[in-house]
């Protein structure tokens, strides 16, 4: 079983930082992609930023030159920097990541449960 647990949301002013955390546990033998998205009220999940596990990122247009996702692959923990953020960034945010279980190729995503970020003009 593997399991993400993200942390670090909460209710932030317009033009304040938050940094979220998401860490994977259980059967795992590799990561590659991680990702963050996000989910507002009446609306659908979009793809915030992710990273692959050479390095690579991408990212939505609406966050570009504000968020910042890294990773720690020996903490199996992917992080992201959320700077001058907007009324409008308010949503649950959601980890997600692929992940290789053993020797074999099959990759299998998992997400975890999301954590709420607020901001308040």
């Known amino acids: 079983q593997v399991q993400l647990v993200e942390s670090g949301g909460g209710v932030v002013q317009a033009g304040g930082s938050l940094v979220l955390s998401c860490a994977a546990s259980g059967t795992i033998f590799s990561i590659n992609t991680m990702a963050w998205y996000r989910q507002a009220p009446g609306k659908q999940r979009e793809l915030v930023e992710g990273?692959?596990?050479?390095?690579?990122?991408n990212y939505a247009d609406s966050v570009k030159g504000r968020f910042n996702i890294a990773r720690d692959d020996a903490k199996k923990t992917v992080y992201l920097q959320m700077n001058s953020l907007k009324p409008e960034d308010t949503a649950v945010y959601y980890c997600k990541a692929v992940i290789r279980t053993d020797v074999s190729t099959r990759q299998y995503q998992y997400w975890g449960k999301g954590t709420l970020v607020t901001v308040s003009s």
């Open positions: 990273i692959a596990n050479g390095g690579n990122t």
